[in-house]
């Protein structure tokens, strides 16, 4: 509930008193019936509505919060303030989206959906499995991929593939 001084209108956000619990919102629009050793006079406790408008990915609410008081419907608007997110937070929560294990066949899925300058990523992995029979025997015995696994962090650079890529790629083979 929002708590309003009914002579100027300011707002403050509060929980309501336990003396007043239970009374119907009309009775908390105008508490000038309330006994004055309450301390409630003046005061009034009214409905809100939020029009704060949709969140963009890239940003976060900030605690921050604007109040427009209609007096006629006595209700509360309130609209919550935001900041854009840091770098760090928006990689962090990118990196929260990639899974840590793939199977074979959803990394191969993925390798084959993913064009290259000599065709897909899978012609790729296996030219390279082909020049490095330890590659291969990994690959062979795998039933899934790690995203942190050595195997997976030393083909990278021998596919040309960035951090970044090999996240997408993890990303993509999950949803296959």
């Known amino acids: 509930m929002i708590k309003v001084n009914l002579t100027t209108l300011a707002t403050t956000r509060e929980a309501l008193p336990k003396a007043l619990v239970g009374l119907k919102q009309e009775s908390l629009n105008d508490l000038s019936w309330t006994d004055e050793a309450l301390g409630f006079r003046g005061f009034g406790y009214w409905a809100e509505s939020d029009e704060t408008p949709p969140l963009a990915d890239t940003h976060k609410y900030d605690g921050g919060e604007t109040f427009r008081v209609d007096e006629v419907s006595k209700i509360v608007y309130v609209t919550r303030t935001s900041i854009a997110k840091t770098q760090a937070e928006l990689d962090a929560e990118f990196k929260a989206t990639v899974p840590p294990t793939i199977t074979r066949v959803q990394a191969m899925k993925a390798m084959k959906a993913t064009v290259s300058g000599t065709g897909t990523l899978w012609d790729d ?5 082909a020049s490095n029979v330890d590659a291969k025997d990994e690959w062979d015995l795998a039933t899934e991929l790690t995203r942190g696994h050595l195997f997976v ?3 990278a650079p021998a596919l040309s593939l960035t951090e970044l890529q090999i996240d997408e790629l993890f990303i993509a083979g999950a949803g296959l």
């Open 153 to 155: 962090a030393q083909l």
């Open 125 to 129: 992995f296996n030219a390279v499995l």
